[in-house]
Nanobody, 121 residues
Framework: QVQLVESGGGLVQPGGSLRLSCVASGSIFSINAMGWYRQAPGKQREVVAAITSGGSTNYADSVKGRFTISRDNAKNTVYLQMNSLKAEDTAVYYC???????????????WGQGTQVTVSS
């Protein structure tokens, strides 16, 4: 079994920063892409940022220049550094990782449980 655990969410004032972490544990052979999504109340889940196994990154236009995604392959961890936070960044943030549990098996997407980020004064 594979489990993803997120941490780092919380309440922050506009203009502040937070760093989210997502650690994968369990039966893991290899990990491909990793990403962060968010879902605000009454809205659909949307992609925020993604990073490939080679380190290439992509960002939603709304967070470019403010958020940075990174990964530590030795720790099976993906991070999201969020700077210059705005009220509209308020949402539940979810991580996902494409994981292969053994050689020859396909990659499956696993999700974290979500962590609340609230930007408010």
């Amino acid at each position: 079994q594979v489990q993803l655990v997120e941490s780092g969410g919380g309440l922050v004032q506009p203009g502040g920063s937070l760093r989210l972490s997502c650690v994968a544990s369990g039966s893991i052979f290899s990990i491909n892409a990793m990403g962060w999504y968010r879902q605000a109340p009454g809205k659909q889940r949307e992609v925020v940022a993604a990073i490939t196994s080679g380190g290439s990154t992509n960002y939603a236009d709304s967070v470019k220049g403010r958020f940075t995604i990174s990964r530590d392959n030795a720790k099976n961890t993906v991070y999201l550094q969020m700077n210059s936070l705005k009220a509209e960044d308020t949402a539940v943030y979810y991580c996902n990782q494409r994981i292969r549990i053994r050689w020859g098996e396909p990659f499956y997407t696993y999700w974290g449980q979500g962590t609340q980020v609230t930007v408010s004064s």
